[in-house]
């Protein structure tokens, strides 16, 4: 299966940027898509952004347009996503998500059928 490890969380002043990395492992990565998801304590995830392996095309949630960028390393197999400012409700745990699905099928929404999560990071945001 696929491993997918988080790192670059932490805490930052309202204004500020942070960049998070998500490393993919496992020979069973098919390179249909990756992205990330957040959730906040109380509050159902929530999709942030996404990014097609083959091509890099991304989407990304109204609520973060303008503000995060995704991106992806081919060599590295892995996934970053840019913040720049940060709101205090960025708050929350942002959680790397890869599409199961073979590259040949990589349309339409991603993540709706079988995928892979990491473990998280929290991203704290102040005032």
């Known amino acids: 299966q696929v491993r997918l490890v988080e790192s670059g969380g932490g805490l930052v002043q309202a204004g500020g940027s942070l960049r998070l990395s998500c490393a993919a492992s496992?020979?069973?990565?098919?390179?249909?898509?990756m992205g990330w998801f957040r959730q906040a304590p109380g509050k159902e995830r929530e999709f942030v952004g996404s990014?097609?392996?083959?091509?890099?095309?991304?989407y990304y949630a109204d609520s973060v347009k303008g503000r995060f960028t995704l991106s992806r390393d081919d060599a590295k197999i892995a996934v970053y996503l840019q913040m720049n400012s940060l709101k205090p409700e960025d708050t929350a745990v942002y959680y790397c998500?890869?599409?199961?699905?073979?590259?040949?099928?990589?349309?339409?929404?991603?993540?709706?059928?079988?995928?892979?999560w990491g473990q998280g990071t929290q991203v704290t945001v102040s005032s």
């Open positions: 990014i097609k392996w083959s091509g890099g095309a991304t």
């Open positions: 998500a890869a599409d199961a699905r073979e590259s040949r099928s990589c349309s339409g929404s991603y993540f709706d059928g079988p995928h892979y």
């Open positions: 496992g020979r069973t990565f098919s390179k249909c898509a």
